[in-house]
């Protein structure tokens, strides 16, 4: 690669957070010890950041996309498809894919348990019973995620999204046929006759199962039904290079993230050492994005730590976490050169009260040659609130790093 | 109800203004000693409210809406509708309804006066001898207005907003036949037929009405006609409390927003002694809205004085209406409770210079838990111009407060 313009977006997720009383009223950020990021503040352009728009709550799914310059409202789904991408299945633009439960029935197709005793062992081979499917020209892709979940894929010529769920959602219930939900719509009855087939050839595959007969034998509901619900279409998004003129590369540690990143066309590098946990080697994560920058201009830099201890509701271990990323933002700055832009900001909220995402903004900083530094001095809520760059949104920060980068094409004469 | 978080808005209606030289280029706002909204400011998050969005002059209508969370550009349906609404008839998602005047024209309907001589006295007798008509399987819902202005509805099957004005808004023309917008377009035949009607429907009762006997032996213009212009159908707004998980009542001044609460499915609450004037009891809609929290976990509270007098061009009686919303704001500090959101802002400025709605944003403040306090140490259209909101949206307001209330789905995964 010529040596121009690159950027890192690192993206510390669901670091956002309220003023925490346990912190003597400050946030998680605000009361960790960030030299480097104060360091990023001080030398770039501050301001906070809606990811969608302001008091939305988002998941990690809308949230990058949004990030990535899509527009969430408009190009998302539904849960199948990146609930299927997240669990690594290889999803494509016009697949049908739905998440799903093992469940339990009885000879009637009755539901017993809509969870099959939220069994935990065996699932990867259930599903290896169902994987690869052939229904009429459709081809089933099916894997399994925690516990009784999994996730659908059928792909194949004429499916839409058009369809009923099968799902009661109450035990007691008989497994619901599937119907368009126009019967006009011939999309709609085709994928309604195929989910309706893939429901019955799931019971076919697993009543008998060896892990189901082991489970039984040991009193436990066997998982002997597929129940498949959230149905979404792939979207037709736009390959993410040719949309903004940049070759990218995702080093991230959520599956679901990755997912996108593929879906969207980008490369994806893993990282030995990177569990996505508050165990994570962040510091092998910084030098796989410093190593990156030799091939690609554009790398997306996820850190899941900040989000875990925030569903932990741990105020401490988010501080911690967020020294670590600190620690790593350190070498990053040292590391990838001053023509290269760095960008840290946060997919949303995760506040230690909520313990769940919320729609409060997060901090941003822009930091590179050009940028309009302010007058902030530390990496925090409230902090950069003053800065620079007001209140901008998710899909604004691949359009103003283009700009910086000089590879965004002019809109108008 | 469960004791869970709520939250009071109070809109201060048209409280926002420019700086005026009768104040030393403060604005009423700035200029009012207002200790407890001072206090909001300090202990809460600042900003600057764009309504709609930047620039444009709002309707206290549309206004309302935004602040409510609809989209008033996607729904808003044109005057007749609100007009309707706002003088206490019942309309009803899928009506049709119009502003009208109540005219004079002679006996070859050729209009004389569009005004009808500006009638102020009689016109709720006038009123009541065209209201409940029947013309084919339509009713007439009618009723009078100030002075020479009233508001129809028609309420019936395959009835619609494509049709033209019957008003011709220039004395000596006859009275125009409404059309279909599209000759092709059944529905807009059909309503095209019934307005026709109900014109000469209303010359036929009204021309001998002793109203108008009296009226023409005093020389005065006779209102025998009445014109229905502004057409608009009622439009399909989702209801307020599914929409938001919220179980909300409004305790307002103003008919129109009393209307609009009841059309989106929230309660209303009269108070005694407010007036919608400078002379209302605001105290008194203080202790509605505490008692209120006792049912609701959202309150719409809007002052309408501060609108008075910007209409008026007086900012000393801004100033004062303003202090003693004030003390209303101190009353709800003390007695809402530490777990109740306050947001105070304005549906629109109506600064004294302009005598009427401007475009100029709005300050907003919200306080409650977890909210991420700013520098800001009073409230005023400048000092809120620096706190940590920046500016946002009228439609920003219900997604904040549901985002912070614990009550808002996640969008994604």
Not at 48 to 77: C, E, K, M, N, Q
Not at 349 to 358: F, I, N, R, Y
Not at 375 to 386: K, L, V
Request: charged share 25%.
């Amino acid at each position: 690669m010529a040596d121009t313009s690159k950027a890192v977006l690192l993206i510390c997720d669901g670091m956002g957070d309220r003023p925490c009383p346990e912190l003597g009223g400050k946030t998680p950020l605000e009361a960790a010890r960030t030299p480097h990021m104060d360091k990023a503040a001080a030398m770039g352009e501050c301001g906070i950041l809606d990811v969608v728009r302001p008091g939305i709550r988002v998941g990690s799914d809308t949230g990058h996309l949004s990030i990535l310059g899509y527009d969430a409202y408009a190009v998302y789904p539904g849960r199948g498809p990146f609930e299927a991408l997240g669990i690594g299945l290889d999803v494509q633009r016009g697949d049908v894919a739905f998440r799903c439960n093992f469940s339990t029935v009885d000879d009637h197709l009755v539901v017993l348990d809509r969870r099959a005793g939220r069994i935990t062992e065996g699932t990867e081979d259930l599903a290896q019973a169902i994987d690869g499917m052939q229904i009429e020209d459709v081809t089933v892709l099916f894997k399994e995620s925690v516990a009784h979940r999994a996730a659908l894929v059928l792909r194949g010529p004429g499916l839409g999204a058009g369809v009923s769920d099968t799902d009661p959602h109450h035990e007691g219930e008989k497994v619901w046929e599937a119907h368009s939900l126009d019967p006009a719509d011939e999309i709609g009855v085709k994928t309604a006759r195929i989910l309706n087939a893939f429901v019955r050839k799931s019971y076919e595959a697993l009543k008998a199962h060896p892990v189901n007969r082991k489970r039984t034998a040991q009193g436990l509901h066997p998982a002997n039904i597929v129940l498949p619900r959230g149905v979404g279409m792939a979207p037709n998004l736009e390959d993410f290079g040719k949309l903004h003129g940049l070759k990218g590369v995702c080093i991230v540690e959520v599956g679901l993230i990755k997912g996108i990143g593929k879906y969207v066309g980008m490369d994806v590098i893993d990282v030995a050492g990177s569990t996505g946990g508050l165990d994570s080697d962040v510091m092998a994560i910084g030098r796989a994005v410093t190593d990156a920058l030799k091939d690609y201009n554009f790398i997306l830099c996820n850190v899941k730590g900040p989000d875990i201890a925030g569903h932990d509701g741990s105020a401490r271990a988010k501080v911690e976490i967020i020294e670590k990323i600190d620690a790593m933002v350190g070498f990053l700055m040292e590391n990838i050169g001053p023509e290269t832009y760095l960008v840290i900001t946060a997919d949303h909220s995760t506040p230690v009260s909520v313990k769940d995402h919320s729609g409060d903004p997060v901090p941003i900083v822009f930091c590179g040659p050009g940028v309009r530094t302010d007058d902030c001095i530390a990496f925090g809520e409230r902090s950069a609130a003053r800065g620079g760059l007001h209140r901008i949104r998710g899909v604004d920060i691949i359009s103003i790093l283009t700009n910086l980068l000089g590879v965004q094409e002019k809109f108008g004469a």
